[in-house]
């Protein structure tokens, strides 16, 4: 499949396990989805999970830092990454205890406990430092995120910086379902939960950015990573 050219791709920052074993590659099994590599993997013999994780398996295992956005006019793609190397050489990792299952909204999803304050300042950081290059929403794109359903503030947010939940509405999240009926995310949660179990207690460092690139049948894939040294 063709990827479109860098200048019209979707981009995001994005945050993704480190190595290339435990919680990358459970996750990347679990979505039946490999970002980085490109490819397809073996998902667990879990009955409906194909279905289940059919929305965050084009974006891969990861957590959005900031929203996909696509580049504004007069902005290159080398613009772009030189711009996430100077921000990754000013931000210091923030490590986290561990992981949880959690239930948000109709999705489940990785999700910190409690999530710490230094990586709320962290993904303020990261969308402040790339909206500069982030062309304005057009009229349709600001319709897909219902800002209707949306508070006061996070419509603020919609329009302010092309995304509701950033700053203090943001939840640092890693998919793990698309939206589901209550008594899916029932089922799926414990099935989950045993899942993950080996590496929900692990400390995780989040140690890099990285910049994914949308292809034209909607599949995302790594353009760049680099560490955080700040």
Same mark, same amino acid.
């Given at each position: 499949?063709r990827r479109r050219g860098?200048?019209?791709?979707?981009?995001?920052?994005?945050?993704?396990?480190?190595?290339? #074993?435990?919680?990358?590659?459970?996750?990347? $099994?679990?979505?039946?989805?490999?970002?980085?590599?490109?490819r397809p993997t073996g998902?667990?013999?879990?009955?409906?999970?194909?279905?289940?994780?059919? @929305?965050?398996?084009?974006?891969?295992?990861?957590?959005?830092?900031?929203?996909?956005?696509?580049?504004?006019?007069?902005?290159?793609?080398?613009?772009?990454?030189?711009?996430?190397?100077?921000?990754?050489?000013?931000? @210091?990792?923030?490590?986290?205890?561990?992981?949880?299952?959690? #239930?948000?909204?109709?999705?489940?999803?990785?999700?910190?406990?409690?999530?710490?304050? @230094?990586?709320?300042?962290?993904?303020?950081?990261?969308?402040?430092?790339?909206?500069?290059?982030?062309?304005?929403?057009?009229?349709? /794109?600001? @319709?897909?995120?219902?800002? $209707?359903?949306?508070?006061? #503030?996070?419509?603020?947010?919609?329009?302010?910086?092309?995304?509701?939940?950033?700053?203090? /509405?943001?939840?640092?999240?890693?998919?793990?379902?698309?939206?589901?009926?209550? /008594?899916?995310?029932?089922?799926?949660?414990?099935?989950?939960?045993?899942?993950?179990?080996?590496?929900?207690?692990?400390?995780?460092?989040? $140690? #890099?950015?990285?910049?994914?690139?949308?292809? /034209?049948?909607?599949?995302?894939?790594?353009?760049?990573?680099?560490?955080?040294?700040?």
């Amino acid at each position: 499949m063709r990827r479109r050219g860098h200048d019209d791709q979707t981009l995001r920052a994005l945050f993704r396990p480190a190595e290339p #074993r435990g919680l990358w590659q459970a996750g990347s $099994d679990w979505l039946g989805w490999d970002a980085a590599s490109g490819r397809p993997t073996g998902q667990p013999a879990i009955a409906g999970l194909a279905v289940a994780t059919a @929305a965050p398996r084009k974006y891969g295992f990861h957590a959005t830092l900031k929203a996909p956005f696509r580049l504004a006019e007069g902005v290159t793609p080398r613009d772009l990454h030189a711009a996430l190397a100077a921000l990754a050489g000013q931000l @210091a990792p923030v490590p986290l205890p561990g992981l949880a299952v959690t #239930r948000l909204g109709r999705f489940l999803a990785l999700c910190p406990q409690p999530q710490p304050e @230094a990586l709320t300042r962290l993904a303020a950081e990261v969308v402040t430092a790339f909206e500069p290059f982030r062309a304005p929403l057009s009229v349709a /794109e600001i @319709a897909r995120r219902q800002p $209707d359903r949306l508070s006061p #503030r996070q419509a603020e947010l919609l329009h302010a910086f092309g995304y509701p939940y950033v700053f203090e /509405e943001f939840r640092f999240h890693l998919s793990l379902t698309g939206d589901l009926a209550p /008594e899916e995310l029932a089922r799926l949660a414990p099935l989950a939960q045993a899942f993950f179990a080996p590496h929900l207690a692990r400390p995780v460092q989040i $140690d #890099r950015l990285c910049l994914f690139g949308e292809d /034209e049948g909607g599949r995302f894939h790594l353009l760049a990573a680099q560490a955080l040294a700040g």
